[in-house]
T-cell receptor, first 113, second 111 residues
């Protein structure tokens, strides 16, 4: 069983809809949670970085962490065609900033005009 | 502009022909790493380096070598490439907060 599970999609939504993405994990040692966005033929770029359970909002993006359920989510409001990309969750154990990142496989999102 | 650069971006080679993919960062980061990305498997770490002359294996190090002689450079070496090393490769560097910055990727095909 993988440490981090993420549905690969593709997830197709109409422009303006809310995109809901999630990852589940099995090890409670994960303490830091990140979401990366990867456009085709590009490297991943960091979207959201959070530590505690609860919600973190940045513009149209909201990251949600539920440590008790070992479940993290990313919501994109008012989705745009430019949001079409692959979204990867990444988790890190402990408090060491050099700790290894464990990535989900990524979910492909397609926002249609 | 703060960035991680990789070269080449695309490479087609044949089995057994040694190759090097270069990686350079201009952010003075100590931590650098290499990943490969394959469909359905996501990003898997090959090697990482916590500082000059300090390198260690990641999850999938077989068939790869790295060196870290300078802080800014972290080349990936394939001494004898095989078709199962056909993949998309990313170099990354990390700041003290743990935020990781990725290069643009190198698409390698081994025939």
């Amino acid at each position: 069983q993988k440490e981090v599970e993420q549905d690969p999609g593709p997830l197709s939504v109409p422009e303006g809809a809310i995109v809901s993405l999630n990852c589940t994990y099995s090890n409670s040692a994960f303490q830091y949670f990140m979401w990366y966005r990867q456009y085709s033929r590009k490297g991943p770029e960091l979207l959201m970085y959070t530590y505690s359970s609860g919600n973190k909002e940045d513009g149209r993006f909201t990251a949600q962490v539920d440590k008790s359920s070992k479940y993290i989510s990313l919501f994109i409001r008012d989705s745009q065609p430019s949001d079409s990309a692959t979204y990867l969750c990444a988790l890190r154990k402990g408090t060491d900033s050099w700790g290894k990142l464990q990535f989900g496989a990524g979910t492909q999102v397609v926002v249609t005009p | 502009e703060a960035q991680v650069t990789q070269n080449p971006r695309y490479l087609i080679t044949v089995t057994g022909k040694k190759l090097t993919v270069t990686c350079s960062q201009n952010m003075n980061h100590e931590y650098m790493s290499w990943y490969r990305q394959d469909p359905g498997l996501g990003l898997r770490q090959i090697y990482y380096s916590m500082n000059v002359e300090v390198t260690d294996k990641g999850d999938v190090p077989e068939g790869y070598k790295v060196s870290r002689k300078e802080k800014r450079n972290f080349p990936l070496i394939l001494e004898s490439p095989s078709p199962n090393q056909t993949s998309l490769y990313f170099c990354a560097s990390r700041d003290s907060r743990g935020e990781q910055f990725f290069g643009p990727g190198t698409r390698l095909t081994v025939l």
